[in-house]
Every structure is written in structure tokens, then in C-alpha cells.
């Protein structure tokens, strides 16, 4: 399967998550669900790309992924983002985040 916003391929199974950041925030924390969206937040402002980053980094770390199986599909500019992350399936992303509170 392409992918529309990079033009690469996803090799294996992925999910596509939902998720809700909220920058600027005391410490770097998984804050919840609402739904089915993720709720983070992050120390990085949202500037030029630093939050990001930050988000992308944290959710590596968080799911024992490299960051090279994690993607931002759409909202790069907004709070509201989806993620795809290469090489989990549905179940698996959400027991690893249930085990794991940073």
C-alpha cells in the first residue's frame, strides 16, 4: 500500500491512530482516551515542526518502536493528527499502551 503523503510504501501490518496533542505541557504524558483518539502531551512548542517531532519520538519510545515505523498522515499543522504506525496490528498497539505509562 502507497502512501499518499510520502510516496512510500508500508511494508507489513499497520494501524492508524488518532490522536490529540496538547503542546507546551509540564511534562511529556500519555493524558488518555477520548473515543478513539489518543490524548498526549508534550513539552515542544508547536514551532516549526518541533512538536512533531516531539510526538513522533514519544510514541516511538512508548511503543518500543524505531522511529522510522512511525508516520504523521495528515494534521502536521494541527492538534488532531493521524498516525501511521508500520509493523503493529490494533491489538497489539493498544496492549502495549495500556502496560505502559510513562
Known sequence: MM???TGRRAAGPHVILSLR????ASRN???GWTGDTL???LMAP?????ANA?????????L?????????LRGERSRQKMIRITGLT???LHARLSHKRP
Open 29 to 31: 504524558a500519555v493524558a
Open 64 to 72: 518500543d518502536l524505531p522511529l522510522s515505523q512511525l508516520e504523521i
Open 21 to 24: 496533542v496538547q503542546p507546551r
Open 3 to 5: 502512501s499518499p503523503a
Open 46 to 50: 508547536p514551532v516549526e515542526g518541533a
Open 54 to 62: 516531539a510526538c513522533l519520538t514519544f510514541l516511538a519510545d512508548l
Open 90 to 92: 490494533q491489538d497489539t
Open 39 to 41: 490524548n498526549i502531551r
